[in-house]
């Protein structure tokens, strides 16, 4: 999409206007969620008010520590991103593929119907839409298509809002995915002191908006929100060099930063967990105790775990170091090949909740050999 | 005319046994606690030996052995040996039999003076000077975490056994279970120290649930590196004697626990220092 004809169809509508899309989506029969407070954090919840959105909060971020603070002003999306992805939503942690019980004539087999619960985000950031956009392509984009994500997301409608600031974590600039929202989104607001100023990137977007009260965008307004997206640029300080990362860490498989790292991470699964792209899951049947009735479970995993690589013959990695090598090298490298991009987004998501404050923008510079890398995890 | 499958006799059923050593029975209630599951249990296994439950006592060998509580006394020490000659799985249940237990605590302190302390006459004390777990003793073919275990794993562990294949209890973090359930991660918002990144899975992550931190009910997760977890709670503001005691609870003796805490205490005894 071309940013300057974006621009131009951008309209206004006033903060109070904003209950009335919350309320117009749940009329429509949408789940909309939303940032809301909760746990000393800014995390993902169904919210059916514009109060249960984190007016005057911002979140402050480094490595392994996250904190709330207040603002001096009340804007409701002034933070960047916190512990939960949208991907809770579309990727459940926990689903049934399938069930069988055993019956007098044999065992019956059932797929469960997909749940088409439709659901609308609200504050989907860049980095976001980007992560979204790649699990589609995990998900959905090859020939075997995962019906538990598509029918989530086929249903799912999309209200971005551009990022106002950035955190010391935050590298969206380096991914080329943020911090302003092109694509992907059925709205994108930029949050204004009196409002926001609101564009439609899909049909059934401008179809939402038509129903609302809007007012045409003044110069000021976008002058203003223009300044706006600017500052989460200019406020961004981490960097990842991407330049030919993929063959820098597939060709440095025996570096002895590997060694390092591995002896820092915990391998307790909190980067993977926190990631809003990796994908990883296991599937097992779960039975009673007769074993006459079946589950079979599908739930989250992690390359961090012992057992994800647990085959017949043993354990293919079997040290943090070759798990920590495996997440990064497949997440900034060997994604490429599999589909096409990498599979960061550069939310920093991974820096911020890992225990112990390993920042992968740090492990590559010194796989690069950039000049005086730090110790893993921020060691003296 | 189909033929009805035969219900197992009690002849044909595997036998199960549950004996207790230092502990205090809240793993062999787990398998009480299994209420609706109780009656699958009694069903598929002949239930030999298990005082908590009924006074019926069947002579061993026995098929199945759950064993609760560690060996704290030279009574006991004879006793676990006998118990694992007259079973044939061995499986211990929760952290006093895998691990020592709380009362493992006596192995920094001096037996000596608890007994004085505590008994009118310890002259009739007979006990040692240790808490230790089972697999010190005998060997043992499966160990259950937990203090106290989660039953559903003790079902998962009896189904696999009659299953004749491996359990599949997790070994994955607690953290795993956190943010699964959605949990925000305390350390991380409020700085409040938590053992759940380097302690293995089987609660479901109960404590942090509840805005409180892990302290290693599960004993310690696979192929961890706690010292990374102290070392940065330590640069992070964490008093060193407040890490000791999180690291010294029911799994105190579990080794990457115990490496840490004793490494912890040591370099605050060469410091002098005893803050809490």
């Not at chain 1, 603070?69 to 409701?76: G, K, Q, S, T, V």
């Not at chain 2, 007979?126 to 937990?146: P, Y």
């Not at chain 2, 997790?170 to 700085?191: E, L, P």
Request: charge should be negative; charged fraction near 20%; glycine fraction near 8%.
């Amino acid at each position: 999409m071309n940013p300057e004809t974006t621009e131009t169809e951008c309209v206004f509508f006033p903060k109070i206007e904003l209950q009335s899309l919350i309320t117009l989506l749940v009329g429509d029969g949408y789940h909309v969620v939303g940032p809301t407070i909760d746990q000393a954090a800014i995390v993902y919840d169904k919210i059916t008010s514009v109060d249960q959105l984190p007016r005057g909060w911002t979140d402050q971020q480094e490595a392994a520590k996250y904190r709330l603070e207040r603002r001096d002003d009340d804007a409701l999306f002034g933070f960047v991103v916190g512990p939960h992805s949208w991907k809770k939503y579309l990727f459940p942690p926990l689903t049934t593929v399938a069930s069988a019980q055993k019956t007098e004539s044999g065992w019956q087999m059932q797929t469960p119907e997909p749940d088409t619960t439709k659901y609308a985000f609200l504050g989907v950031r860049a980095c976001e839409l980007a992560a979204i956009a790649i699990q589609d392509r995990v998900f959905t984009g090859g020939p075997y298509v995962d019906p538990v994500y598509k029918a989530r997301r086929s249903n799912a409608f999309i209200i971005a809002v551009n990022c106002a600031q950035s955190a010391s974590t935050c590298f969206c600039t380096s991914m080329n995915t943020g911090p302003k929202c092109s694509s992907g989104f059925d709205l994108a607001l930029t949050e204004l002191e009196d409002g926001f100023e609101v564009e439609s990137g899909s049909d059934i977007g401008a179809a939402v908006l038509g129903r609302l009260t809007t007012q045409s965008l003044t110069a000021e307004h976008s002058t203003m929100a223009a300044a706006a997206r600017q500052q989460a640029v200019d406020q961004q300080t981490k960097q990842l060099n991407t330049e030919g990362i993929r063959d820098l860490l597939l060709g440095n498989l025996d570096h002895p930063r590997w060694k390092d790292v591995g002896d820092i991470c915990l391998g307790c699964t909190n980067c993977t967990m926190v990631c809003p792209t990796c994908f990883c899951s296991s599937v097992e049947e779960v039975s009673d105790l007769a074993n006459e009735n079946v589950e079979r479970q599908r739930h989250w995993d992690s390359c961090f775990n012992l057992s994800y690589s647990s085959m017949s013959h043993g354990t293919t990695r079997n040290t943090i170091a070759s798990r920590y090598r495996q997440w990064l090298t497949h997440k900034l490298g060997s994604w490429e090949n599999q589909f096409g991009t990498s599979g960061c987004v550069g939310c920093g998501r991974c820096i911020t909740w890992c225990p112990v404050g390993i920042d992968l923008t740090e492990e590559v510079a010194a796989i690069r050999g950039d000049a005086a890398p730090k110790p893993p995890g921020g060691a003296a | 005319m189909t033929t009805k499958q035969p219900t197992p006799t009690t002849a044909t059923k595997p036998k199960l046994a549950v004996f207790k050593f230092a502990s205090c029975d809240g793993c062999q209630l787990s398998l009480l606690d299994a209420e609706d599951e109780l009656l699958a249990v009694a069903g598929i296994v002949d239930i030999a030996y298990f005082l908590e439950a009924t006074s019926r006592i069947k002579d061993g060998p026995y098929d199945i052995t759950l064993v609760e509580g560690s060996i704290t006394t030279p009574h006991d020490e004879q006793r676990i040996q006998e118990v694992r000659r007259k079973s044939k799985y061995l499986i211990t249940i929760g952290a006093c039999a895998t691990a020592g237990g709380i009362q493992a605590l006596r192995n920094w302190a001096d037996i000596e003076d608890f007994t004085q302390a505590v008994y009118a006459s310890p002259q009739y004390i007979s006990t040692l000077a240790t808490s230790t777990a089972i697999a010190d003793h005998v060997a043992v073919d499966f160990e259950l975490r937990g203090c106290p275990i989660n039953q559903f794993q003790l079902i998962e562990v009896l189904k696999s056994l009659l299953a004749g294949r491996k359990p599949r209890t997790k070994t994955h973090s607690v953290c795993m279970d956190c943010k699964q359930r959605g949990n925000v991660c305390i350390t991380v918002a409020t700085g409040e120290p938590c053992l759940g990144p380097i302690t293995q899975s089987g609660c479901g992550a109960i404590c942090p649930t509840y805005n409180r931190g892990c302290y290693g009910c599960f004993g310690p997760a696979t192929q961890t590196h706690a010292q990374s977890l102290t070392d940065h709670l330590v640069r992070e503001g964490a008093a060193p004697a407040q890490l000791v005691q999180l690291l010294r609870n029911f799994n105190s003796a579990a080794a990457p626990f115990l490496e840490q805490s004793n490494r912890i205490q040591d370099a605050m005894n060469q410091e002098g220092d005893n803050r809490v």
